[in-house]
Structure formats: structure tokens, C-alpha cells
């Protein structure tokens, strides 16, 4: 789960934010800088145009009294008081509007950096982590970065350039008592909103927790839509959705009672400063110090500066869930590579001719207090077959993720054309390296797209003719859709044996140097594995190939056998050898004919004459 962050802390949020400011800034982007610079002016003048209409409305006020002129000066000063909050809005929208540039290519950046830092994690780390929560940790964490960056930048700041502003000219056309109230005011608005919003923060990160709970259950089901349906669990899974739910109904409930707590504490403190500064002011009118032309303008002051103040409430409150948000996606962004390049990573190139694959007395766990693999060690060379047999558990996967370099061996080395994968730069080790999994996953896309995922850009004859060498492009070229035919979440809508079809064109489509078949038929039954077996064959022709392999008749034409048992490698050899032998790899072969034929027994039975016959009694 996503760690909890404590964002009430002044050093998270200075972290947050120092994070931030370069995003702000963008190096090499010129013509942002540009904006920025312009966006600051545009505030400047929009903030002294804003503390400018008090006086010139103040200045109509008293051209109206008793002592005034001719009608024409109050008109033209309520002309100008037109234009200069005409020139505040302009120059607001004018903000605004350079700053969205700089705003959004922010959020772009950082979330397309934090998809990508995600991508170059290890393995482990996704497999300790629920792929719904970060997912909203990257779709929360970009929003709170264009919160922040449009609240901080365009509502704090000119806020209290304003109140500076305000408090000068307060201080300058009547004394310091007015500008002393002012501060208390606004000082005591401000330590109130930012104490309790603190205070309450704590249940929209309640939120935040279990929302990314609901997600990710709800997330997981959906994926399993299959395994749901299977033991008719649906009611099951509506409970535990609900239960996440109702978790989030109550922290949302309190959310909004605290809210409305906060909401009513300023509305009584800029009522007070309001009724304070009248009372003064209506005092000086009294005495004859004042006019009321001051007297409206001490009003319209206290009234034009606590509206943003009351804004700066809720964008208090926005800027701090932003920070809450923003520090969960940094945080990401700070979490270390378990797997990493070297600076003086060497190239592998990605396709060519076969290359040397050795495991040099390789061991491994996937925890330090439990090795899965104990001294491996054994060479492919370039363009030969070897096989790795045996039961479940044995270590025979381990072996291709770390040829992937998913994980780094803990002794040993793993070495492709004699060089230490550990030295090679990761993108061209992969690239070199084509898979066909048991568990074929498709992209919810076109056949097309899923074909082409294993060399993007590639043409559309470069697709089927990798589709016709792994004996799928006739299936294909029958749909009413053809290649652009939808595969559904997960390529559901296509049966075990098409997907891996689909997998097989893409591993040929990619071209690689070596190739590693996972358990590729192990989830087919008999007809289909041996309708693939030619493709499969195709792929791994010329080609150094792993086949990791469940039943062992695929495996029958390998160069080299290595039957491994609790990490440890126990036999080796042909086939044939193996066999001669009379040891594990024997046995497991004699279990496998044995089942393999009473399979065909139950097939024949099945389709015999008394079956027949029983057939067409029923059909008469």
C-alpha cells in the first residue's frame, strides 16, 4: 500500500514544494520562462489596479455630497472607476491565461516522469504493490500539481501582495490603527483557517486511503471478472466494495461536518474586523476627521479584501490536499531502483545472430532468508535448444527472469554472449530477448495493435507476415473486423490457443536473438499444443532458446534437458539419454504417457461405437 503521509508537517511540504518549483521553471523552455515572467507582471497590475478602485469610488462618493461640483466630475470618475476594474479582470484573465502553458506542461511532465519511474521499478515492487492505487496516486498526484501551481501561484501570493498593498494605503490616507486592526484581522483569519485546517486534514487523508482501498478492490475484481462468474462470488466482491464504501462514506461525513465548523469560524472573524474598522471610521465621521467618501472607502477596502480572504480559505484547504497528493506521487518518484544501469553500460544489439547464454553457478532468493536457486550453472550456445523440466517450484521461471534481469542474482553471474547482464544497459538486453509466457495478456486494442506491440511502427506486412508464420492470419483475415477486431479486456474474446497465436506473431514480429518459451502450451490442451508446435518451432528457429516446459513432449527435440529439483539441477542430457538414464527425468516422463494415454482411452471410449449407437437411439 501507498505509505501515509503526514503533509501537516512544514518539511514535507517545503519538500513537496522544492519539488515542484523546477516544474515551475522548466530548463530549456525558453519560451514558459517567458510566460511566467509576463504572468507575474499581469498579477502586479492587476493587484494595483484592484487597491486603485476603492479610491476612485471613494472619490465619487464625495462628489456626490452637498458640496460638490457639477455633475460632470462624479460622471467621469465613475467612468474611470469603470475602467480601472475593467483593467483588473483583463489583467486577472490575461494571468490566467499565460500561466495555463506552464500549468499544464507540469503536470504532463511530472506524470509522464512518474509513469515511467513506475515502469523502471523492479518487479518486486510491483509485486508488493496494487496496481488501482497507484494508478489514482498518478491521476491525484498530476491534479494536485495543477491545484498547486494555479492556487499558489495566482491566489496566495497576489493575495497577500494585495493585503501589503491595502494595509500602505489604509496606513497613509488615515494612521496606523487602521492598518494595525487590518493585520490583527487578517493575522487571526488566517492562524485560524490554517491551525484547524490542519487539524482536519487528517479525515480527507482518511479519504484518500479508502478510495484507493475501493479502487483497488474493485479494480482487481473487474480484471477477475472470470474467476468471479466461476465460484459465484459476485455478492462476495459487492461486499467487500461496499465495506471499502462505507469507510469512505464516514470520512467523508466528517470532511464535510469540520468543513462547515471552519466555514462558520471565518465568517465570524471577518464579521468582527468588518464591525471594528466601521466603527472607527463612522467615529471619525462624527468628529468631522473624516468624510464619508473615507468612510466608504475604509468599507469597500475591508469588504474587497476579505472576499479573497474567504477564498484563500478554501484554497488553503486545496493547497494542502494538492501538497497531500503531490507528496504521495514525489514520493514515488523518490523510491530507488532496485535495478539499475551502470554509467558504462554496454549495447547488446538487438537482433543478429544467435548469442551464448551461461548461468555461472548462479544462487538466488527472492528473500534473503530463502534461496530458490542453489549453484546453477549451464551454457546455451548460439542457436541451440535447451530445456528446463520440472515439478512446480523448482526454480525453472526464476531462471528467465533473471536472464531478464527482473531481479539481479544474488552469486554467480548471468552472462549473454559473455558478458555479465549486470554490465549490459537493460533496454538492450531486452530488446534482444523475445518471450512467449504462459499467461498471454493482450492489450484491451486491435489483433493489429497487440501484434505490432512487440516492434511498434512496424508495416502491415511486417504483421501478417509474423501472423502467417504463427498460423493465425487465416483465423484473422475470417473476422468480420479482421486485424482491427477487438481482443477484449485481457484478450478474452479469444480462445487460449488464439492469444498465444497472437503472442507467438508478436515474439516473431520482434525479431529477437533469444527466445524464451515460459510454459508457453502448458495451459492448452493436446490438439491445440500441437497445432502450435510448428509455430513455436519457427520462432525458436536459429535462435538460442530456453523452453521452460511443463510437458515434456515439446521438449523432446531439445539440444540439451536439464531437469531441475529444489533449485538444483539433477539430470542433463538428450532426450534419449535421459530416458536411458532411468532417473527423475524418466519417471516424469513415463507419469506423463501414462496420463497422455489415458486420455486417449477416454477420447476413444468416447467417440466408439457404443457411443454411436447411444447417440442415434437418442437422436430416433
Partial sequence: MARTVDIAKPDRSWRTIKSLLPYLWPKGEISLRVRVVLAAAALILAKVAVVIVPIVYSCAVNALSPKAGPLMIPAALIVAYAIVRIAASGFNELRDALF?????????????????????LSMRYHLDRQTGGLSRVILRGTTGIQTVLRLATFSVVPTLFELVLTMGVLWTLFD???????????????????????????????????????????????????????FGNERHESRRFDESLAAYETAAVRSQVTLSALNLGQAAIISVGLAVMMLMAARGVAAG???????????????????????????YRELKQGL?????????????????DRADAKTLAPRGAPVAVEFADVRFGYNQDREILHGIAFRAEPGRKIALVGPTGSGKSTISRLLFRFYDVSEGAVLVDGIDVRDLAQQSLRAAIGVVPQDTVLFNDSIRYNIAYGRPGASDAEIEQAAKLAQIHDFIASLPQGYETRVGERGLKLSGGEKQRVAIARTILKDPRIIILDEATSALDTATEQDIGTALRQVARDRTTLVIAHRLSTVIDADDILVLRDGVIVERGTHAALLAAGGVYAAMWAAQSELADA?????????????????ANVAE
Fill in 100 to 120: 495555463a502553458a506552464v500549468q499544464q506542461r507540469a503536470a504532463r511532465v511530472v506524470g509522464r516522469e512518474t509513469f515511467e519511474h513506475l515502469h523502471a
Fill in 176 to 230: 496606523w490603527r487602521y492598518a494595525a486592526v487590518t493585520l490583527i484581522a487578517v493575522g487571526g483569519y488566517m492562524a485560524f483557517t490554517f491551525s484547524f485546517t490542519a487539524w482536519r486534514i487528517k479525515f480527507r487523508r482518511q479519504m484518500n486511503e479508502t478510495d484507493n482501498v475501493a479502487q483497488t478492490k474493485a479494480i482487481d475484481s473487474l480484471l477477475n471478472f472470470e474467476t468471479v462468474k466461476y
Fill in 289 to 315: 476627521r473624516l468624510n464619508i467618501g473615507q468612510f466608504v472607502l475604509v468599507n469597500t477596502y475591508l469588504i474587497q479584501l476579505y472576499q479573497p480572504l474567504n477564498f484563500l480559505g478554501f484554497v
Fill in 324 to 340: 497531500v497528493d503531490m507528496e504521495q506521487m514525489f514520493s514515488l518518484l523518490r523510491t530507488q531502483q532496485e535495478i539499475t
Fill in 599 to 615: 486420455e486417449q482411452t477416454a477420447d476413444r471410449l468416447a467417440t466408439g461405437p457404443a457411443t454411436r449407437e447411444l447417440a
